[in-house]
């Protein structure tokens, strides 16, 4: 593959700073992000098909020696990171060997390579190039402090800006012991608070920062207020175990707690221990239920809701309320900026699956119950197989149109 390239024939539009280019994606190289989840990538690829690339990303173009320093830089940042000069993708741009690497939009350009490895682009609004703001001897730090003002628009999963966040502060204060907070929120485009909240949430044990990212996640800012229970508890001289902090978190949430509830909740055992209690659990009964006892009413209620809401939007369906089914992928573009087109059959393939995992438990009720509700348990269970066989043939279809394209 020839990666010769000359610059003027790159130029969307000349800047002091910045080239406005437009890219092959094979001579742009990604490293370690701050954005570690990219999710709807097809959706977003669907569009930039038909729209193009509307919002450029950002790259810098280093010679080989500079590269190596930057590399080296940015693996002291990020820890888990290993980059080396000989894993990178080199060109040549007008005449001189550069290599080109990513600072911001990696979704975009994860879409974009998608779009080309497809190759079924021609006659739509994608040019085949990844657009980019293309910088020349940009520094890491300039380079993170632009992927952190990127995702001010883009937002990341804030669990997972709050780590590539700590480890940088943590890589400047190495640098310099006296770099403020502040200083540091300027540079990145973050208030002092959020990097408290950053640098609290990433004080936490690692299995309760993975919560964050679990089947059913736990809010960000619910465990930023658990990591200052924690930091509280530790200025008393009473560290708290992960188990303890755990059940105090799975306890809000079987019972649905918001984050301003749960930070209710932190304050006021904050207070009870500031006022000299031996003991933070004295005197809170709610905190002795069993977890069951917690969970029986909510899903009791949780489920007559959701089934309340269906059997009304079905009774609106046969009255004509709707001209479509309700089930059909919306079109309407400020729908798609919130929900997935895929949406209506992934959550309905989820919550055939919570049914289907639930029939052991469901049969033992049953039996417990000397067979009142068999007969309609089975029933209703039956009806399940169909439904499963339909979600089957769609994943059939999916998969064939993904291969043919």
Request: hydrophobic letters at 40%.
């Amino acid at each position: 593959m020839d990666t010769a390239l000359c610059l003027h024939q790159l130029l969307e539009e000349q800047h002091d700073t910045a080239h406005s280019v437009v890219l092959p994606v094979s001579v742009v190289n990604t490293l370690t992000q701050v954005r570690k989840t990219l999710s709807e990538i097809d959706e977003l690829a669907d569009s930039i098909a038909v729209m193009g690339q509307i919002e450029q990303g950002i790259a810098v173009a280093l010679p080989e020696s500079e590269t190596v320093a930057y590399l080296h830089e940015w693996n002291a940042i990020h820890r888990e990171s290993t980059h080396h000069v000989s894993q990178l993708t080199p060109t040549i741009l007008d005449g001189a060997h550069y290599f080109i690497i990513l600072i911001a939009g990696h979704r975009r350009y994860t879409a974009v390579r998608q779009l080309c490895a497809r190759g079924n682009y021609a006659g739509s609004a994608f040019s085949g190039k990844y657009r980019a703001r293309l910088y020349f001897d940009m520094s890491v730090e300039k380079a993170l402090a632009l992927q952190f003002q990127e995702n001010r628009h883009q937002p990341v999963p804030p669990h997972e800006e709050a780590a590539a966040a700590t480890e940088y502060y943590r890589y400047l204060r190495r640098k310099e012991p006296k770099y403020t907070l502040a200083a540091f929120g300027k540079q990145i485009g973050r208030s002092t608070s959020w990097i408290r909240h950053a640098l609290a949430f990433c004080a936490l044990p690692e299995k309760l920062q993975e919560l964050a990212t679990a089947p059913v996640p736990v809010p960000y800012g619910v465990l930023v207020e658990l990591s200052r229970y924690q930091r509280e508890l530790e200025s008393a001289g009473r560290p708290a175990s992960e188990d303890e902090l755990s059940a105090l978190v799975f306890d809000a949430m079987l019972q649905r707690k918001s984050v301003k509830d749960f930070k209710e909740i932190i304050g006021a055992r904050i207070a009870h221990l500031l006022g000299g209690q031996s003991s933070l659990f004295d005197d809170t009964p709610c905190e002795q239920r069993l977890l069951r006892r917690v969970v029986a009413p909510e899903i009791i209620m949780g489920l007559w809701s959701f089934v309340t809401y269906m059997k009304q939007l079905s009774m609106l369906q046969r009255q004509g309320v709707f001209t479509e089914h309700y089930l059909t992928p919306e079109t309407n573009a400020a729908a798609h900026a919130q929900f997935s087109p895929k949406s209506p059959v992934n959550l309905s393939a989820e919550l055939v699956q919570v049914l289907l995992d639930l029939q052991p438990q469901l049969n033992e009720l049953v039996a417990e119950n000397r067979g009142r509700g068999r007969k309609k348990l089975l029933k209703q269970l039956d009806k399940l197989e169909p439904v499963q066989a339909a979600l089957d043939l769609l994943c059939i279809q999916e998969t064939s149109s993904e291969s043919s394209a």
